[in-house]
């Protein structure tokens, strides 16, 4: 396993000098004169300083005092450090692994091109606009967003590219699905059920009342009722929507454990693609975000993040 070593400290380097005094002064000073002179060797004559007034360590000095650097990380770290450590690993992180996937910039370059189309910009500026009013800061931020989603992508599976089709098809799935649930806190038990369920032909209704640790539908045969998108997690609303009514569901891993899920009706859209193009194409972006979001979180535990910063460790113990 790769390890990433990541040092938080800002250190400056001080040269300590003193100029030679006059090998004329006072006998009581003899001894003070000595060590200036031999101080004056080492350091080739120049004078002594106060470190906090060194040049190479200021980041500001005016006549009210002086900021140094120690004291401006110090400040910007109690104020963002947490946001950029982690902006500043997920980057590392993402480079590392592009790397390594062979993605490079032609590969981003294209999928660029890709979503410009698919986002209807006419040139790159227009589109630089758009994801700057979105999450991008800037141009190189905006191309490091699409190196991650396309470093995610490789770790994800079954991830929905957003095409005319992909959207298409995600309206023919209906506006609102009826399901019921099983849900149980090991992944072990859960292939238990679902082996059950198919192979044995058992009642949903009898396994969700002994099993299901939902106390909201357990009683009720696991049933959630109906409800449209957005509405629920989602990984269980993605699942949910692609199932055929009566079609069962692999386990599903959620915050609370896994699902497993079983449609019983689905709803039509009333109104016409058109109308509800852009709503599905958000659904599809939350879906795909929420997916890559739990991977990204996955590959970063694969790494031994070691931060030597006290005041910072929590990020990643």
């Not at 000073?29 to 060797?41: D, F, G, M």
């Not at 006549?63 to 140094?68: D, F, K, Y």
């Not at 997690?233 to 599903?252: H, M």
Request: glycine share 4%; charged share 35%.
């Amino acid at each position: 396993m790769k390890k990433l070593m990541y040092t938080l400290a800002i250190s400056s380097l001080f040269l300590f000098a003193c100029s030679a005094e006059n090998d004329e002064q006072e006998e009581e000073n003899s001894e003070t004169n000595n060590a200036v002179s031999q101080e004056s060797n080492d350091y080739n004559g120049n004078e002594r300083e106060d470190p906090t007034l060194n040049g190479d360590n200021l980041v500001v000095e005016s006549e009210a005092g002086t900021i140094s650097k120690d004291d401006f990380y110090e400040e910007l770290k109690a104020s963002h450090g947490e946001a950029v450590l982690n902006r500043l690993i997920e980057k590392m992180i993402i480079e590392a692994e592009a790397e390594n996937l062979g993605i490079d910039d032609e590969t981003v370059q294209a999928e660029m091109e890709q979503l410009m189309e698919n986002y209807g910009a006419d040139n790159e500026t227009e589109f630089y606009e758009l994801f700057t009013r979105q999450d991008a800061e800037d141009e190189d931020d905006m191309e490091h967003l699409i190196k991650r989603q396309l470093v995610m992508e490789e770790y994800t599976d079954n991830m929905e590219r957003i095409t005319e089709d992909a959207l298409e098809t995600e309206y023919e799935r209906g506006r609102m699905v009826e399901a019921r649930h099983i849900l149980v806190s090991d992944r072990e038990e859960a292939d238990e059920l679902y082996r059950r369920l198919t192979e044995d032909e058992a009642s949903f209704a009898d396994l969700a009342a002994e099993y299901s640790t939902d106390p909201t539908s357990s009683d009720d045969g696991g049933n959630v009722g109906s409800f449209q998108r957005g509405t629920m997690n989602p990984a269980f609303e993605r699942t949910a929507f692609l199932l055929d009514v009566g079609e069962i569901s692999e386990p599903v891993k959620g915050p609370s454990g896994y699902h497993i899920i079983e449609v019983t009706d689905r709803t039509d859209f009333d109104e016409p693609f058109a109308e509800v193009r852009e709503q599905l194409r958000t659904t599809l972006e939350d879906r795909r975000l929420y997916m890559m979001t739990e991977q990204q979180g996955e590959l970063f535990d694969s790494y031994d993040i070691d931060i030597h910063d006290d005041e910072l460790d929590h990020l990643f113990p």
